[in-house]
Every structure is written in structure tokens, then in C-alpha cells.
């Protein structure tokens, strides 16, 4: 191999990167047109995809006819063997398990359910691990090699440490899952963050790279991508809209203030104004025109929306998504949100179309886990190439 | 001279303006502190530090005795002649300019009264060229080259065309300002945003990169700083905390909206609560022991308290800074203010101090527009050294 100079390998790992999520953002692109997106030169590209081709992480699909003039060139893809990344989620009421090929898509998955309220953490974590064992092994049967496991929690973290500060609806304190799971490849992450991050990058909404995400499943999860990236504030607690003061003299949460979004739009009251019993009771209330569930989403609606014109007016973003467990109940939901923000948004026209509905739907936060692994190969996959030397 | 390539001089101009920038946040450092500060060698940085004396960008204090072992260096300080920055503000009852040298001090100000709402707009900048020109005058007698001029407005601006796009207080709609004050050097911007980049740039808080600053004059301006720069959203329309619902079926706005902060924090509303005729007035009173004064300002103090809460738990920062014309009713506010972030931010304790008062008061913006152009000399020394020659 030839020796280079620290300088050109940087420009090479960087130039190999820029192929890879050219791929990653769109299918079935050729050496030409890969070079036109990246800008650089198609030799250039050739010399980056052969390299690729060769280590495994690309591969070609035959002709393409391009929609301009020129020869066919051969359309490409991310491969769908080799490196992957595995996604485990702790749920309240359940565990779960994926693996991703670099594609982004679900390669095997499994799920079970688990009162995981007041559980002991150890016996959480050993249950996981063997969800985490048997997805791992499946994928080792289709030729995937995971590189990495992400795992969900519905609470604080501290990624450095790999440790589940605070999970109240838990009942965890300092749980150390990282050493529980296998410290050197496995990242703690809290739920709300990785459901943004998965409709970031596996979402339908391909330009969007400014938005509000707001999920739920006990509490109100939200987290904030700014210009591509996870805003994740100066200590890391950012995107608290369940805490968000709605009514400031209104019922008390379970933070100890008033009037919070949670009081009136997180599921416990949601359940409670509504009368129903779980959120798929809920959906299917109101889906058959029962008006006490209707009122009570319309209610939540509003109660989300003004907290949503508050982030709104402070972020400028170019738009809310509304994804998770959340997703399932906008048609009820989005109404309220949306005349919420057109009336309270001030410095810009808010239309009801920058009110969005992910796709992902409950399986992005575990999907989102997953992909994590993987961004760290298309960022970087000359450290994968020499591995596979 | 020697020719360079493009990636030595390139280096170069980073390293020059490294050297400028830790001189700007600390005087008197040596040679070998500076080297040591910033990571490069000190033969590099004396290098570095003559080619910046030479083009008239340092200078030099005498002998300085380090605190530990070896021998004394020679305080170095960025020059209080050569390349300064143009300030001009456009109030609703007044207009100001100002230039600022290298070091962020102001060396000239004039200042005028003037019924600016409602009044034209060309008549307005034309008396505003004319206050610029006279600074710059001064400037020239003090050996001050100003580089560059940056006009505050309250309003919405486009910085790329130069232009005020909607200014409700003035009455302005499509105004542009740099075309008729001189286009090549003349940045118009929002005066919210100017507060808070002077308190980044020239305040006591030297630590602070992540902060809300709020400020008043009839609105009430907000802007945040994360990670060191102004954080403008995804239309440049972030920062928008007055306009954040507080009591949402409360007064309403004039935005059209209910219960906005500023039905209850912005100048008029507080002002019409205290039954005072002016903010001057509105603080004797307070400091008078007046009690209605003070009932309204701690009334305004707890609103502002809601809002902020809201902004803490979306955004993490690291502190709330009060600063222009609000910091003056600070005593009477921040007990407020305090109460409602102690009780409404979750997920970390948020203590008093973490609300501070700026002391740059209401010269925080005009400083801050010039400074901004001064800004752009430490960025890139190497500019202006080339200019000089």
C-alpha cells in the first residue's frame, strides 16, 4: 500500500465518507452522478468506489440510463451485508431488539413484552442482553456484522459514562448499562433524542434539517435537530417540552409545578380526561366518533400547541414532527397544534403544513438506535476498510 | 516576500488571528503565555507577534514578571490606534454612534434625541449619517481607521440585502438601510442580537458561551448564544421570547395573539401596571419604595420567570443574562424571575446565580454593533495587514 501523508489520508477517509452518504441519502446513483453531488472529480469517485466495492460496503446494481445525455453508467448502493448496527429499546412495558444493515433498513427484530416499572435493573439488562444475543446471532446468519449497539432509555443519560442517570417512570438511578452490556460498543441514549435523530435520518421529510420532534410515551419526549445536528444544550438536558409552563396556575406535575405540558397532554391525563385505559383504546374511541375522546385530544391538541409556539417563536425552526406513539393519534391531535401556532407564531407566516406527521412511526426510536451504529461507518469507512484488511 | 501556498497561508491567517483573540479576552499576556494559551510553539508566536506589530495591530507594555519560574516577558496589548468598528443605533426616541477600538473601548459617542416613530425614513437615516460621520471624524483625529459600520435596529432584518424588513415601532416595512448609508461596510442588525453578542464578546460573564439574553426596550428582545455564536433559527428569526405565551387566555397583543409575555413584561404594559410615565420614572419610583411600582414589577418579574422557565427547560443554557434597559430594574424583577426557574426547570437545579445581570446597561447594543465590526479584524488580521501595505 502506498504510505501517505497524514494530509492525504484525511482527504481520503473524508472523500470516502462523502461517497457513502451520497449513497446513503439516495439510492442508485452512478461514479457521474455521485461526482456531480460531492463535487469531485469522477476519477476521483472511481478510485473511491473501487475501493469501496472491494472492502464490501458498496455495490453495483447494473446499468442505469441517466436522465441526461451520456453513456449508461452503473447505478450503486450501500451494501446489505457487512458492517450493521443494533438497536435495543427499554419500554415501560417493553423490551426490543433490531438490527440495521447500513442501508438503514430492519434486517431481524424482536420484541417482548415486560413490566419493567419498579423491576430490578439487573434482571431489565439481562433480559435485554439475550434480546441483544439472539438479534446478533440472526444477523451473523445474513452475513451482517454489527459494529455497535445503541440503547434507548426513557430518561437522562450520561453518554460518557454510559449510565442511566435518572429514569423516574423506571425507577432507575445511576444504572451502569454500558458496563452491563458490553462497554466498548454500546451507547446509552435517551428515547426522545433517537426518535428525532431517526426521522433526521431515515424519516420521509429528506430536507429537513431544523425541526422540533415531539414524541410521547409516558411523558412528552421532544428533542431539537439544529442544522443537521442533535441540540443537545449546555449540560445536555435540552428539549424538556413536557415541562413547559402551559397554564402556569394549572394542576401539579409530577415535577412539582403547575401547569406544565405534561398535566394536559402527556398520556396519564390524556387517559384520564379521555376515559380510556391504554393509547390504542384511546385511538380506537376516538377513530369511532366517541366525543369525550375526540375533546379530550382536541384539548391536548391545543395544550401541545402552545407550547409549541413558545419553542417555536424562541427556535425558528422550519417545521414540528410529530412522531412515536404521538403519530398515531394526530389526525385528533393536529387540529389544536396547528391553530395554535398559526395564531401565536409571530415573525413568520406558520402554515398548517409545517405541522408534520412521521412515518416512522413507534418503531423510530428503536430504528433510530440502530442506525446510530451505522452513521459511524458512513462517517468514517476507511476505519472499517482497515479493519476488513 | 515569500510566496506561500494555499494551505501555509491559509495557516498563517488562522494563527494570526488565534494570537489577536487571545489578546482580546486578556491583556497583558507574553510571548510565551500566548504560545502556550493557544498551542503553538514560541518561536511561531513570536513570529506571529512581529509580523502583527510591524502592521500596527499590537503593541507592546514592557517588561512583565510571570507568575511562575523564568525570565520576564513583554506584555503585549491589541493597539489602541489603527482599525476600529463603527456603532450606530436607531432607537424609537433616539439615535447614537459610536466607534470602538481594537480592545472593544469606546473612544468617541455622540448621541441625539429623536421622535423616530412614524418619522420617515430617509429623514431618519439621513440624521444618522450624519451622526456616523461625525464619529468617524473624531475616530480619524485619534488615529482610529474605522473597518466597518453595523447599524442596530429593532426589527426584523435581512443581513444579506442589507435591508430592515419590518420594524412595528419605527413603521418601517422594507427599508434599506446599508444602500442609503454606504453599502460596502455597512451591516444592519437586529438589536436583541447585538445585546447579547456584547455580552459574548465584551461582558463580565467571560465563561458564558451558552446564555439567553433578555433585554426591553418596548418589546422585550431576547437572543441566544450557544456554543460562542448567535443562534438565529432556521429564517433568522429565533430569539423571539416575547411573543412566548405565558397566560395564554390573557391580554391581547398587539401580534393578535393572547397572553404573549410581553402583554405583561413589555415596556408599555408594565409601565400602564406601575402607573408610571417612563421607565426612569418606573425605577425611582421602585427605588422609592413605591409600592404599586414594585407589585408591577414583581408581577413582570414572574412572567418573565414563566417564559424563561420554558426557554431553560427547551434549551439547557448555562445562565439567563438580564441586560440594556431591563438590567436597571433588575433588583425588582430577578426575585420573580429566580422564583419561577427554581420551580419550573426540571432537570437540573437552577440556581439564583444563574441569572445574571449584565453591567455593559443600555450601551450593551451600541457597543456590540461596533464591536461586531472590529470582530471581523480579529477573525482575519492577516486582511487588514495586507491592506496596511
Known sequence: MVKRTGAQSELRHRNLSLVMRALATEDDLTRATIAAEVGLTRATVSTLVDELLAAGLLEE?????PGTVGRPGTALALAGTGPAGIGAEIGI???????????????????????????????????????????????????????????????????????????????????????????HATVVENEANLGALAELWLGDHHRLADFVHVSAEIGIGAALIVEGRLFRGARGFAGELGHVPVHPEGPLCSCGAHG??????????L?????????????????????????????????????????VNLLDPQAVVVGGPLADLAPWLLPGVRRELADRVTDRQWRPEDVVT????????????????????????????????
Request: hydrophobic share 45%.
Open 260 to 269: 406544565c405540558l405534561e398535566t394536559f397532554a402527556g398520556e396519564e391525563a
Open 61 to 65: 446494481r447494473g446499468a442505469r440510463r
Open 358 to 389: 412521521s412515518r416512522l412511526g413507534r418503531d423510530g426510536v428503536l430504528r433510530g438506535a440502530a442506525y446510530s451504529a451505522v452513521r459511524a461507518v458512513l462517517d468514517d469507512p476507511a476505519a472499517w476498510i482497515h479493519t476488513a484488511d
Open 271 to 311: 387517559l384520564r380526561s379521555a376515559g380510556a385505559g391504554t393509547p390504542r383504546e384511546l385511538r380506537r374511541a376516538a377513530a369511532g366518533g366517541d366525543p369525550v375522546a375526540i375533546r379530550a385530544l382536541e384539548d391536548a391538541g391545543a395544550a401541545l400547541g402552545i407550547a409549541l409556539s413558545g419553542a
Open 93 to 183: 412495558d417493553h423490551l426490543a431488539a433490531c438490527v440495521v444493515d447500513l442501508r438503514g433498513e430492519v434486517r431481524c427484530r424482536t420484541e417482548s413484552p415486560a413490566a419493567n416499572r419498579g423491576r430490578p435493573a439487573a434482571s431489565v439488562l439481562a433480559e435485554l442482553a439475550e434480546l441483544i444475543a439472539q438479534v446478533a446471532k440472526e444477523a451473523g446468519a445474513l452475513d451482517l456484522r454489527p459494529v455497535g449497539t445503541t440503547v434507548a432509555v426513557p430518561g437522562l443519560v450520561s453518554r460518557d459514562r454510559g449510565t442511566v442517570l435518572r429514569a423516574p417512570n423506571l425507577g432507575w438511578e445511576d444504572v451502569a448499562v454500558a458496563t452491563a452490556l458490553g462497554p
